[in-house]
């Protein structure tokens, strides 16, 4: 955490009045996040990986008076918090980053900013092995083809991004006048980068996120090319930039420890928004990373099952949390449920776009698994899991409100007995964009 060191001082000297207690956290409309406690109050946190079994690997020091390090330990983490084993303890060190090889399960790759090692961490013995070293390493990025980009400093003036040889050399490719900050690649070789502003706290738009291609960093590597750090493409723009991950659609997440939010940014269009933000004094998101699911995308409003982030959220002395955000679809119920008898019945809807709609299909039945339905003008696929066989019965369109519900009063009058399918589709007006689906559910009119 190197530079972040002093930055933290800086942040809690904002706070006067006492500890803050830990933050909670809201999702943006469309996600849902839950936090989890993964270090002891007063440690000092400095890197945070999901293991291939779900777990946590957390890096965190322990401070005396003096901010000088009196131990420093790697644990692996549970979901739910508890410390199933301590993985190593790499002496008297601030953490700079721990980073899963994706090529091997049982290789953690872990940088100091004390000394500037990069090691290899064997999961199954705790073993250290040298990787190599620089001053002030920041993060660190593995390629598809198991390439890795080392972000670090030799002082606080100007940062560099180094393929990391075999041998340990460092192979520069990216220079910048700024601190070091964030690197990702994604599946295609693509290289993504954080250039940080200045100062504390930084001005507002001054990190900046940029790219370079496979190509660009393929021609660094071979010809000792240094691109300077704004020949990248510019994507967007944050204020206090931290962490980097990215998504298997190429979208960007970037955590601004300033304004406290995790922010989505479109590596095509540029577009952005906020998927996460802390409530009051939420701590700052700093470390950062995604996890693919096994169903939907990861976009407001899809299936909970589409990926999730994993953040860390940390005031660096009374809480370290990670925070979990995942998408969250609208919800359909009637009251009553499942059956209902002749006379008035209610339908609701929660958890909409707010402002937005709700399109209401009712079909012939509930099909036993959910089928995807893509159209270019929508984010992600609609999942339905209605039987459209004999085509939709009726279709309804409700007007949501700012919290994305609607309440819809009607009357079984008797006259179609039989049971139904019912879904809605939610978005910004009934002619797109769409998001996504609740569930779909049976009911049955007697």
């Known amino acids: 955490m190197g530079r972040w060191m002093m930055a933290s001082v800086a942040w809690a000297s904002l706070f006067t009045g006492g500890v803050a207690a830990a933050g909670s956290v809201d999702a943006e409309s ?29 890096m965190y020091a322990v401070l005396n008076a003096s901010f000088q390090v009196e131990d420093s330990q790697v644990l692996e983490v549970s979901p739910s918090g508890t410390v199933v084993r301590p993985l190593c303890r790499p002496g008297k060190v ?97 290289l993504y980068y954080t250039m940080p502003g200045s100062g504390f706290p930084p001005p507002a738009n001054s990190t900046e996120v940029r790219r370079l291609t496979a190509s660009q960093v393929e021609c660094a590597s071979i010809t000792n090319k240094v691109w300077d750090a704004s020949e990248g493409a510019l994507l967007g723009l944050v204020d206090g930039g931290y962490g980097l991950t990215c998504d298997d659609s190429g979208d960007l997440f970037v955590t601004d420890s300033v304004l406290q939010q995790v922010v989505e940014i479109d590596a095509e269009t540029g577009a952005e928004q906020i998927v996460a933000a802390g409530s009051d004094f939420g701590g700052a998101f700093t470390y950062v990373r995604w996890i693919p699911g096994t169903h939907g995308a990861f976009e407001r409003f899809q299936p909970q099952s589409g990926g999730t982030l994993h953040c860390v959220s940390t005031d660096f002395f009374s809480f370290n949390q990670v925070v979990r955000t995942s998408p969250q679809r609208p919800e359909l119920a009637t009251s009553p449920s499942g059956s209902i008898p002749v006379g008035a019945y209610q339908l609701t809807v929660t958890g909409g776009v707010p402002n937005g709609v709700a399109v209401l299909y009712l079909t012939g039945g509930v099909v036993g698994s959910e089928f995807a339905v893509n159209n270019t003008t929508w984010p992600a696929p609609l999942f339905f899991g209605l039987d459209f066989s004999g085509g939709p019965l009726v279709t309804q369109v409700l007007a949501l409100d700012g919290n994305g519900e609607a309440t819809l ?30 569930n779909a559910i049976a009911v049955t009119f007697e």
């Open 30 to 58: 469309g996600y849902q996040s839950a936090v989890v406690e993964v270090a002891p109050p007063g440690a000092f946190v400095g890197g945070m990986e999901v293991l291939p079994n779900g777990n946590y690997a957390v």
């Open 94 to 190: 601030f953490g700079a980053f721990l980073k899963q090889d994706p090529g091997d399960p049982n290789t953690l790759y872990f940088g100091e900013s004390t000394r500037g090692n990069i090691m290899g961490i064997d999961v199954r013995t705790g073993a250290l092995s040298f990787i190599t070293r620089a001053v002030f390493p920041f993060d660190l990025a593995i390629g598809p083809d198991g390439t890795l980009a080392l972000s670090w400093a030799f002082d606080f003036n100007g940062s560099l991004i180094s393929i990391v040889r075999d041998d340990g050399m460092l192979i520069d490719i990216v220079q910048s006048t700024q601190a070091s900050g964030g690197v990702e690649f994604d599946a295609d070789g693509n």
């Open 409 to 438: 009063n009607s009357a079984n009058d008797g006259g179609a007995s039989g049971t139904f399918g019912m879904q809605v589709v939610t978005g910004e007006s009934a002619s797109g964009p769409l998001y996504g689906t609740s």
